[in-house]
């Protein structure tokens, strides 16, 4: 039975993929997995890069634990399956008055899987997803379902790559529905970087997409409004909308990409040595560089814990080597300060992770004691903690 990620960069035989109908199940599965010495690893919609969820195991979907379990407006809270599609979520969360804070580039990741990997959007003042995490309900290596609310806990487990056990419901702190106005706006890249500061700090949120081949710079901003809903016919490169309407784009075409969150002072002159080099000894990459802002949070492995954050994304085709040209910019972003997004590729192990993260060793102990056979670890994951 073969399975492979979303890009076709990681591909895989597990012994068996299975999708259990409740969390009774789930535990069950967990439980033979654990008598048999059989390895266990999560899927939610396969969007990372790395092989995270590579095993010759049992990979479980989620997928079956779907849906808003309960929700109070009023507090803001609400408890999601694990396997809900954030595309799934925006609806029903609008019809109880409530909204995520935001969101990434796209929206067809699982919710636990956004969580596991510390995805993010833009925004200086937005936090990336799992920092809105208030509960986890989970079924750990003993095949036991426990809820975990304690901070510490919950500091090790917002971002932890299915390596603390399978996550059934997440509770989350959401924000009143609201509605964004969406500017797109394509500049020469120097008046973009001239500009940069303060785009940041006037827009809700801002991205800007590098585009090599011209040297131009694609803008997006998107910002609260009371407006109704609305395409704008009469500017083309505006639209209002609510905000799970508006966040994510669709990405069809196949890619595949590098991460990596830099202190964000870095971002700058980081950027503009990256495209220094893509010039000098990329020129025939087309695909676009992607400037982005992350606000602290303090999940022991989030990239951006700890420090306001800028990401860099790099890009090439999925039907081209990007190897040779990732490893290359690498090191221009480690140079920077910077730490890898867990979910796409990069190519450093625990020797450099642990040097990155003041709470590398406190994760790690509370893996240990989560998990002492290591029954959720693949060879990827004991790479990347030293296993
Ligand atoms: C087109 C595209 C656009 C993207 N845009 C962004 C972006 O804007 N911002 C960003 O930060 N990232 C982005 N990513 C990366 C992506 O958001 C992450 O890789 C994310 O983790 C993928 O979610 P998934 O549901 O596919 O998870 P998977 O890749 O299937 O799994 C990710 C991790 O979560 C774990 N996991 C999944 N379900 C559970 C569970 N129930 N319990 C415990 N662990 C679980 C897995 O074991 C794995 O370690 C993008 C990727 C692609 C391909």
């Known amino acids: 039975m073969r399975w492979s990620n979303w890009s076709g960069s990681v591909e895989c035989e597990p012994a068996r993929i299975e999708a259990p109908g409740d969390e009774a199940a789930v535990a069950q599965r967990v439980r033979e997995a654990a008598s048999s010495g059989d390895e266990v690893r999560v899927v939610g919609t396969g969007h990372s890069g790395t092989p995270l969820c590579e095993t010759s195991g049992t990979l479980l979907s989620l997928d079956r634990l779907a849906g808003v379990e309960s929700h109070d407006t009023g507090a803001g809270l609400a408890t999601i399956g694990a396997g809900t599609k954030l595309c799934d979520l925006g609806d029903p969360l609008l019809e109880r008055g409530l909204a995520m804070a935001n969101l990434g580039d796209i929206d067809k990741q699982a919710l636990a899987g956004a969580v596991g ?13 799992s920092s809105s995490v208030t509960a986890v309900r989970l079924v750990d290596a003993a095949g036991d379902v426990r809820e975990l609310d ?15 056990g399978v996550f059934t419901a997440l ?11 969406e500017r797109i706006r394509r500049l020469p890249i120097e008046d973009c970087l001239d500009r940069l500061d303060d785009e940041i700090r006037d827009n809700r949120h801002f991205e800007f997409f590098w585009l090599p081949f011209k040297d131009s710079a694609e803008m997006k901003t998107l910002n609260l409004t009371d ?9 083309p490169y505006e639209r209002i909308g609510w905000s799970p309407h508006i966040i994510a784009s ?5 890619f595949f990409e590098m991460e990596y969150a830099l202190p964000a002072e870095a971002g700058p002159a980081c950027f503009r040595e990256v495209r220094l ?17 992350v606000a602290p949070d303090d999940a022991w492995l989030s990239p951006a814990g700890g420090r306001d954050t800028v990401t860099l994304s790099i890009h090439q085709d999925g039907s081209l080597p990007y190897r040779a040209f ?15 997004h867990w979910g796409k590729i990069h190519s450093l192990g625990a020797d450099r992770l642990c040097r990155m993260y003041p709470d590398w060793d406190r994760f790690l102990a509370t893996r240990e004691r989560m998990d002492p056979q290591g029954r959720f670890l693949n060879p990827h994951l004991r790479l990347l903690f030293g296993i």
């Open 117 to 129: 990997t510390g995805t993010h959007g833009t925004g200086r003042t937005l936090a990336n997803i």
């Open 150 to 164: 304690d901070p510490d806990d919950l500091r090790a487990l917002r971002v932890c790559m299915g390596a603390l």
């Open 171 to 181: 509770t989350l702190r959401l924000v009143p529905a609201y509605r964004l106005h």
């Open 227 to 235: 407006e109704p809903v609305s395409e704008l016919a009469d500017r």
């Open 250 to 254: 669709q990405r069809d075409d196949k």
């Open 277 to 293: 080099r893509m010039r000098e000894r990329h020129p025939d990459v087309v695909w676009p560089v992607e400037y982005r802002t």
């Open 326 to 340: 990732f490893e290359d910019v690498e090191q221009v972003l480690l140079a920077h300060g910077g730490r890898p």
